[in-house]
């Protein structure tokens, strides 16, 4: 059983996902430090993602902050890319975007792998977003990539 100290440090930890950090300039992001993070090939309903997995708080906290369009933009074989949070237990997360330049979407996944809901976040824009429901995973994509590959709410992601 955690302690309330535990799960409150967690859910501040969650509400900083893809958001908090350094690392931009004046001008705009210098590129996020995606080198830490494994990299999963993941399916959102029969649809291949090229995903960087952040399943520790550390990670979580650092999202894909000053991510560049450049770092977000497909694969050479067209294999979209984003960034799956994999939490421990199922929980409500906020997401917001600090520091991060790139509009996305945001799909809140339960633990049997269906996607709650969906929502587009903009550019550095720092409102709370949180689920409407306990989730295990949230999954974040370059704005449009969920439509463009006809992925909603109901259907089903997978690690492998």
Same mark, same amino acid.
């Given at each position: ?6 799960? %409150? ?6 509400t900083l996902a893809?958001? &908090?950090?350094? &690392? ?12 830490? %993070? ?37 694969? &050479?074989? &067209? ?5 799956? %949070? ?8 906020? %997401?917001?975007?600090?520091? $991060? ?12 792998? $269906? ?26 994509? @370059?704005?449009?990539?969920?439509s463009t590959l ?9 690690? @492998?």
């Amino acid at each position: 059983m955690r302690s309330a100290a535990a799960v %409150f440090l967690l859910a501040l930890s969650l509400t900083l996902a893809a958001c &908090g950090g350094g &690392g931009s300039g004046p001008s705009g992001p210098t590129g996020a430090n995606l080198s830490l %993070f494994a990299v999963e090939t993941i399916s959102a309903d029969g649809n291949a993602i090229a995903a960087w997995i952040a399943d520790t708080p550390a990670l979580q906290s650092q999202g894909l902050m000053n991510a560049t369009p450049e770092q977000l933009a497909p694969l &050479g074989d &067209g294999t979209p890319r984003g960034m799956l %949070f994999v939490f421990a237990t199922d929980l409500v997360p906020s %997401f917001w975007m600090r520091d $991060t330049y790139v509009p996305l979407d945001l799909a809140y996944i339960r633990s049997d792998g $269906t996607i709650a809901e969906i929502h587009a976040l903009a550019p550095l824009d720092e409102t709370l977003v949180p689920a409407g429901e306990p989730v295990r995973m949230a999954l974040e994509v @370059p704005a449009g990539t969920l439509s463009t590959l006809g992925v909603g709410v109901g259907d089903l992601v997978l690690r @492998p």
